[in-house]
């Protein structure tokens, strides 16, 4: 699973905007304060869904079950360092194993300390890469979720950095759209 970034895109900082798109990620350039994740049309910032916190049933539900609402915003939920934090859409299927499919959103939080087991934005070679952090006989490996991709062993030498560490992703089930809004 590779993410393409434009030559012009600087390892040390967070790109303004999705790479090869102009859509502006979460937390980044002049608008960091509006950005985030905006729900519902709301036009003065966040808007908070109704969550209903109770199990989802797969069978028939509870008549008895207790459909009270209460709010979530899901900014809140899904970012919690928002100067730290960018969203990058996968393109791929090496990391369907651990869930995360073509086309999600991956959140990455740059102000977490990367650890074995930790599923990792980084930099090999001049290109994003999204993979699992591992750490084998004492050598650090970056990890495909599937089984027809390769294992990398992460490079001593100057080239790779890691951009963040994948908190969340985000998944559309109807309407795939592609744009910013």
Known sequence: MVLHMETSTSFSEPPEFLPGTSCPLAGAGAG???GGIVVGGSEGGRATV????QALQAGFPS???DHRAVGLDLTSLLIRHPAATFM????GDSMT???ILDGDLAIVDRSLEAKPGHVVVAVLEGEFVLKRLRLRGGRLFLDAENPKFHSCIVPTESGFEIWGV????????????RGCG
Do not use: K, M, Q
């Open 32 to 34: 960091a304060g509006s």
């Open 88 to 91: 990058l859409r996968i393109s």
């Open 166 to 177: 994948v908190v969340a992703t985000i998944r559309r089930h109807v309407g795939e759209e």
């Open 50 to 53: 109704p969550f209903f916190d």
């Open 63 to 65: 008549p008895a079950a």
């Open 97 to 99: 194993g651990a869930g």
